[in-house]
């Protein structure tokens, strides 16, 4: 068998398990919506021409947190509208997970110790964004898709500034904002108008987070620039916000080390559960910055080996 028969083989494989958890998170929630079932939601909204911001939140028609995504991310998968919510995530888990499990074999097995991590696991299970955008560091054709979550896509633009990359940004960018418009003219105003002052803040404002602005040290590595754009985007203070941080592993080493820490991380927060099984912020901001930015920090500083990569290709 060939290897990139064994890569089509593996990423399929791993999808499946993806997927898998995925469903078993939904049965054992006993089917409360996943993060990327509001997106679902907005999308068939958009579809039926109806505004889904003010549907959204405790005890409304989509019973759920709040719906803070921009109409972009509805517009990029609206074709995901047109079927029910469980087999459209499913599908968007199992397509994420199986073009990220692509990407990272594509020059040697070392990066596929991310898949294990406490990162991806939680990302798999609540179909979270981040295994896509991991991914689209390391394929630019999934550039258009930036746009649908513009502060993981400004943190991959600014790592990866490829030609082929930004062109299909700035299309794609073109594109659904064009088509979110269209669907819903008022979407700016609405989406600003339901995120919450303080629910997304920067790395760097979070105790100990400015260490990230070591980066800047080597600045003209895209690892380095990737640790510093993540630092500097508001975030949610969650595990699976920093799998693509684990990309800044190269060799097999440290892309254990790396899966190893940030998953020991996640277990140390379990000791500051509370009775309603959150983890409050003053404690998860300070151990994301402990255990998921200050070990790539390291790696990036530890490396001298810069090589600038030729003109509009991938460095990463």
Same mark, same amino acid.
């Given at each position: 068998m060939s290897r990139n028969k064994i890569r089509v083989a593996a990423s399929i494989l791993v999808a499946s398990i993806a997927t898998g958890l995925a469903y078993a998170e939904l049965v054992r929630t006993h089917g409360r919506h996943s993060d990327f079932g509001v997106v679902w939601f907005g999308a068939r909204a958009l579809l039926h021409r109806t505004n889904p911001y003010p549907l959204v939140g405790p005890g409304l028609t989509f019973d759920w947190f709040g719906l803070n995504y921009p109409a972009t991310a509805m517009a990029a998968v609206l074709p995901l +509208?047109?079927?029910? @919510?469980?087999?459209?995530?499913?599908?968007f888990v199992w397509i994420s997970t199986a073009l990220l499990t692509y990407v990272l074999t594509r020059s040697g097995w070392q990066r596929i110790w991310i898949l294990p991590s406490a990162a991806?696991?939680?990302?798999?299970r609540t179909a979270q964004w981040s295994p896509l955008y991991s991914a689209a560091l390391l394929m630019p054709g999934l550039g258009w898709m930036l746009a649908?979550?513009?502060?993981? +896509?400004l943190a991959v633009a600014a790592a990866v500034p490829s030609r082929r990359l930004l062109i299909n940004a700035l299309v794609g960018t073109i594109v659904l904002v064009v088509v979110s418009l269209a669907l819903l003219p008022q979407w700016p105003y609405e989406w600003l108008h339901s995120v919450k002052p303080g629910e997304f803040t920067p790395v760097i404002m979070w105790p100990g987070g400015f260490v990230a602005l070591l980066a800047l040290l080597?600045?003209?590595?895209?690892?380095?620039?990737?640790l510093i754009a993540m630092a500097c985007v508001p975030v949610?203070?969650?595990?699976? @916000?920093?799998?693509?941080?684990?990309?800044? +592993?190269?060799?097999?080493?440290?892309?254990?080390?790396?899966s190893l820490v940030s998953s020991?991380?996640?277990?140390?927060? +379990?000791?500051?559960?509370?009775? @309603?099984g959150f983890v409050e912020l003053p404690y998860t901001r300070p151990l994301i910055v402990a255990f998921c930015y200050l070990p790539p920090l390291i790696v990036v500083l530890r490396r001298r080996d810069f090589m600038p990569a030729p003109q509009g290709?991938?460095?990463f």
């Open positions: +509208g047109l079927l029910p @919510e469980l087999v459209a995530t499913l599908i991806f696991i939680i990302a798999a649908a979550k513009p502060t993981l +896509g080597r600045w003209r590595m895209p690892e380095a620039r990737l949610t203070p969650a595990w699976y @916000e920093t799998l693509p941080l684990l990309l800044i +592993g190269k060799t097999k080493r440290e892309c254990q080390l790396l020991l991380g996640y277990i140390v927060q +379990g000791a500051f559960l509370t009775n @309603e290709a991938n460095s």
